[in-house]
């Protein structure tokens, strides 16, 4: 029977297990559920057979022991074919299981966690070594790489030790030391340009007189005067060179929102709150009238404390020459007008949320313009074409050709909130204001996106764009800053407890054709119109 059983351990793995049962129970007494157990675990795995045969082993016969020799031979052979199949760490489980003092699974994971360890301290050595050779390279003196275009290849072509392999091994992080450098260089070479300009400004003269907010200011072409829009209600026209006011207009019955002067005859166009808009004659007296009693000191005083009616005699006109309104007119605020090239016609921007193309000789709406979806905030026409721009709080503004027969309408969408104010360049592009706190220019050509956008820290009221392309901003935060048609800061105009506005900016105005000291004019809601003087940098910037 031992032979016969010793002659199973040829039987192939797949032999049938119904004789396993017959040879256990007839080999071994009082023990067949151990050898069946063990035949059972033979079937399963080699881990059991070490097991139960062992433990058959310890309270049988020789005969007994002899199958449990042959069991366990029989597992170390089952073991070694299911080592082709198993894992590394299968076979280091093995002998364990079988009762082994060794365990060479754990020497095997500590020899791994040892390369790992290795491979760490081979890590951050390389990594002491990158970061000594980065802070060698970039304690270089900045000065010396201001106004270079490539300061850290430079550096990088200059420093023998950091060879091309150093550089491949710095990977994205060395490309983002780059990106840095340069950005720092190329912002150092913006404000070097701003300095080598030396924009200067500064203010020259104060025009005080109004009784409420001042909500626009307008320069009149090859003449040294300004015309002022107010909400008590008037409007008035001022020396530049004297600061005096020269001729108050009270014909309107609510706020002033808009002054244009006529680009060749001495008339001047209002807008106003009381849904209309006037023409009215300019015609001011340039002499100065006599003043009787007052020491410069106190007229100083005066003009700080009390209405210049007082103090002065200024001419006053309540009759204008024509006026726009009645049927097929606005129902609502005109908050802005200006005149067409020719000065034949005009347009004016009504809270009505419709514009209006006006006849002078007639007085006769000529074309309702309707499109905007909220009231509009500002209108102005081209210097030379007969182009018409609209804003409105609608978040957009139109551009109205009057060149055909049947006007064609562009519409503009940008900005977020409400547009203030769109103005004319004279290289036929427009620059567009907005609550959005950002300033845009744009071709006219190109209706989608904005050549440039400006953002600011405040919101925008209506800017004035110069013939050499400064873009003067006026803020709600009282400040006034400078820019060109590129997006490039040039200056800001300064604003101390002094000088500066104190209340909010409303309008800007240029004026470059006549020889005076002030080239700039601002009016605000603090009831006074500043005059400055800009130093602009050349044309061809």
Known sequence: ?????????????????????????????????????????????????????????TGVTSTVGAGVSSTSVMGKQLTAKRSLKLGSLAEDVMPMSLGSGEEPFRARLHHLFSQIEKEFEQLHAENMSLREKLEAVAGTPRDSTVGERLPMQDAFEVDGSVNKSFKSKLGSAGSKVKAGHKLRAQTSRIVSSFKAQSVVSSLV????????????????????????????????????????????????????????????????????????????????????????????????????????????????????????????????VVVAADWLPGGDQVITASW?????????????????????????????????????????????FRLWDFRDPIPAVSVFQGHTENVTSTVFTRDDKVVSGSDDRSVKVWELRNMRSALT?????????????????????????????????????????????????????????????????????????????????????????
């Open 1 to 57: 029977m031992a032979l016969d059983l010793l002659g199973r351990q040829k039987m192939p793995l797949d032999a049938s297990s119904s004789k396993q049962p017959t040879v256990a129970s007839s080999a071994v007494t009082g023990g067949p559920a151990g050898i069946t157990g063990s035949g059972a675990s033979v079937s399963s795995g080699g881990v059991g057979v070490g097991v139960a045969g062992v433990s058959a082993g």
């Open 453 to 541: 956008t400006i953002r600011t820290d405040s919101a925008v009221n209506r800017l004035a764009v110069s013939a050499s392309g400064v873009i003067a901003i006026p803020h709600d935060n009282r400040h006034i800053r400078l820019f060109d048609l590129n997006g490039q800061r040039i200056a800001r105009l300064p604003r101390t407890s002094r000088q500066g506005h104190r209340r909010m900016v409303s309008a800007m105005a240029w004026t470059e054709d006549i020889n005076s000291n002030c080239n700039l004019f601002s009016s605000g809601f603090d009831r006074r119109v500043l005059g400055w003087g800009v130093c602009l940098p050349p044309k061809d910037n």
């Open 205 to 332: 003269r104060e025009f005080c007189g109004h009784k409420d907010g001042v909500w626009q200011v307008s320069t009149k072409a090859g003449q040294p005067i300004i015309g002022t829009a107010s909400a008590d209600h008037s409007a008035c026209i001022w020396g530049i060179d004297t600061g005096r006011c020269l001729l108050q207009y009270q014909g309107h019955s609510g706020s002033v929102n808009s002054i244009k002067f006529h680009p060749t005859r001495d008339i001047v166009l209002t807008g106003s709150g009381d849904a209309t808009a006037q023409i009215w004659q300019a015609a001011v007296n340039w002499e100065v009238p006599a003043r009787k009693g007052h020491s410069s000191e106190e007229e100083l005083d005066d003009e700080e404390e009390g209405p210049y009616e007082e103090k002065e005699r200024i001419d006053v006109l309540r009759t204008p020459l024509c006026e726009f309104s009645g049927p097929g007119g606005h129902n609502s």
């Open 352 to 396: 009505d949320r419709s514009a209006i193309l006006w006849d002078v000789e007639t007085r006769e709406p000529l074309h309702p313009l309707y499109g905007h979806d909220h009231e509009l905030t500002h209108a102005s026409a081209h210097p030379s074409q007969r182009l018409v721009v609209t804003a409105s709080r609608d978040s957009t």
